[in-house]
C-alpha cells in the first residue's frame, strides 16, 4: 500500500506551479506520480521513506521540472493574448462608434463653451487609440512568428519579454484613449438634465473601461507568470 508522503507532497508542489493551465497540471501530475512511484518501488532502500526521498532527489527541483513544462502552455497563451487583444482593440472601436452613432441619434452635442476643449482631448484620444492598434498588431505578428522552443531558454524569455512589452505599450495606448473617451463623454452630458439618452453611452463606456481594464490585467498576469517561471531559482507557489 503506498505511504502518502514525500512524492505526494513533491507532485503537490509541481502541480501548484503549474495551476494557471489546469488540465496541463493534472497530466503532469499524474505522469511523474506514476513515475516517481515507480523508481521508488525500485529502489534497494528499505525503508519506504528513504525510497521516495531518493527518488524525488534525483528527478529533480519541482520549479525547474515544472519551467519545462510550462513553456509550451505559456507561448500558447501568449498567441491567444495576442489575440485577445486585438479583439479588446476593435471592440473599443465599435464601442466608440455606437457612441457617436447614439449622439447623433439623440441630438447630444458639446456645448459651445467645451468645444475647444472637447476637440482636444478627442485628438488625444484618436492618437492614443491607433497607435494601440499598431502596436497591437506588431504583438500580434511578432508572437506569431516565433518558435516555440522545448524549454523557456534564455532566447524564448527574450521573446517573451520582447511580446509584453509591445501589449504593454499597447494596453497603455488604449487606457489613455479609454480615459479621453469618458473624458469625451463627460463632455457631452455635461451641463444637460437627466435623461434616458444618457443610459446607452453610459453603459457602452462601462463596458468599454472594464474590457481594457480585463486585458491589462491579463497581460499583467500572464508576464508575471512567465517571470516567476524564467527564474530557476524561484521557489514553488
Known amino acids: 500500500m503506498r505511504n502518502p508522503g514525500l512524492i505526494s507532497d513533491y507532485v503537490d508542489a509541481l502541480a501548484r506551479e503549474l495551476d494557471f493551465d489546469r488540465s496541463l497540471a493534472r497530466r503532469v501530475r499524474q505522469e511523474i506520480e506514476e513515475h516517481l512511484w515507480e523508481a521508488a518501488a525500485a529502489e534497494p532502500a528499505a525503508d519506504r521513506d528513504e525510497a521516495q526521498r531518493r527518488a524525488v532527489e534525483r528527478f529533480g527541483d519541482p520549479h525547474a521540472i515544472a519551467a519545462q513544462f510550462a513553456t509550451v502552455s505559456l507561448a500558447r497563451q501568449a498567441s491567444k493574448l495576442a489575440a485577445i ?9 465599435a464601442l466608440m462608434k455606437a457612441r457617436l452613432a447614439w449622439y447623433a441619434v439623440a441630438q447630444l452635442v458639446v456645448s459651445d463653451e467645451l468645444r475647444t ?12 487609440f491607433w497607435l494601440s492598434v499598431a502596436i497591437g498588431i506588431a504583438a500580434w505578428a511578432y508572437i506569431g512568428s516565433r518558435h516555440v522552443p522545448v524549454r523557456l531558454n534564455p532566447s524564448c524569455r527574450k521573446e517573451l519579454h ?18 479621453a473617451d469618458a473624458i469625451l463623454t463627460g463632455l457631452r452630458l455635461a451641463g444637460m438634465g437627466w435623461s434616458p439618452a ?6 457602452l463606456m462601462t463596458v468599454e473601461i472594464a474590457c481594457v481594464g480585463a486585458l491589462a490585467f491579463l497581460i499583467g498576469n500572464a508576464a508575471l507568470r512567465t517571470r516567476h517561471f524564467a527564474n530557476p531559482a524561484a521557489p514553488a507557489a
Not at 487583444?85 to 472601436?93: D, E, K, L, P, R
Not at 476643449?117 to 492614443?128: E, N, T
Not at 509584453?164 to 480615459?179: E, V, W
Open 85 to 93: 487583444a486585438i479583439f479588446v482593440i476593435g471592440s473599443t472601436y
Open 198 to 203: 444618457f443610459l446607452l453611452p453610459v453603459v
Open 117 to 128: 476643449i472637447s476637440g482636444a482631448v478627442a485628438r488625444i484620444d484618436g492618437y492614443a
Open 162 to 179: 520582447r511580446f509584453f512589452a509591445l501589449c504593454g505599450a499597447a494596453t497603455t495606448a488604449l487606457i489613455a484613449s479609454a480615459i
